[in-house]
Nanobody, 125 residues
């Protein structure tokens, strides 16, 4: 079993920055592709970015290079650095984990078997 716990969310003004963290515990050796998803009120959960143990990383096109995903395998942690935040970035951010490597098609919530409880990000203008 794997447990994922997100932190680092909060309220910030447009243009500001936040750094989200996801701490993994349990059978972390089974984790490979790790991702961030977000979900705005009354919208579906959408993929933000992923990274795997080979360092393969990809981002949603809509982010315009404002976000950076990283991981510290020694500390079983995943991060998301978010800059130049916009109101449309508001939502609950979730950390997802899976046992396989990332591929360009692995962007659906159903592609990930482990999830955290989420951390709220609110961006105001």
């Amino acid at each position: 079993q794997v447990q994922l716990v997100e932190s680092g969310g909060g309220s910030v003004q447009a243009g500001g920055s936040l750094r989200l963290s996801c701490a993994a515990s349990g059978t972390t050796s089974s984790l490979n592709c790790m991702a961030w998803f977000r979900q705005a009120p009354e919208k579906e959960r959408e993929w933000v970015a992923f990274t795997d143990l080979d360092g393969y990383t990809n981002y949603a096109d809509s982010l315009e290079d404002r976000f950076t995903i990283s991981r510290d395998n020694a500390k079983n942690s995943l991060f998301l650095e978010m800059n130049s935040l916009k109101r449309e970035d508001t939502g609950m951010y979730y950390c997802g984990g899976g046992r396989s490597y990332c591929t360009r098609y692995r962007t659906r919530p159903s592609d990930f078997g482990y999830w955290g409880q989420g951390t709220q990000v609110t961006v105001s203008s």
